[in-house]
């Protein structure tokens, strides 16, 4: 069992930036992979990014450039840096990891919204 707490979220104004961050109960280095997912209202649930066991990292194409990943193995913590924001970003941001076994796991969410 994987338990993930995202935190970061808020209001920020088109351009600006946003860092999010994923905590997990237990080392990500036993992860298979954390990714972040977005969900605006009326729209399913999308992946935006992940980072692999290994430190790989993918990026959706209306991302890229724009997020970056990164993870501290100590505090066992993804982060979503998130510059140059747009309004079409706003959604409730989730985390997901794929554990050892397979199994997914999901974070509650946070709200990111980009507005002026």
């Known amino acids: 069992q994987v338990q993930l707490a995202e935190s970061g979220g808020g209001l920020v104004q088109p351009g600006g930036s946003l860092r999010l961050a994923c905590e997990a109960s237990?080392?990500?280095?036993?992860?298979?992979?954390v990714s972040w997912y977005r969900q605006a209202p009326g729209k399913e649930r999308a992946l935006v990014a992940t980072?692999?066991?290994?430190?790989?990292?993918f990026y959706v194409s209306s991302v890229k450039g724009r997020f970056t990943l990164s993870r501290d193995t100590n505090e066992n913590t993804v982060y979503l840096q998130m510059s140059s924001l747009k309004p079409d970003d706003t959604a409730v941001y989730y985390c997901?990891?794929?554990?050892?076994?397979?199994?997914?796991?999901w974070g509650h969410g946070t709200q990111v919204t980009v507005s002026s």
């Open positions: 237990r080392s990500i280095l036993e992860i298979n992979a």
């Open positions: 997901n990891a794929v554990a050892s076994d397979n199994s997914r796991h």
């Open positions: 980072i692999t066991r290994s430190g790989s990292t």
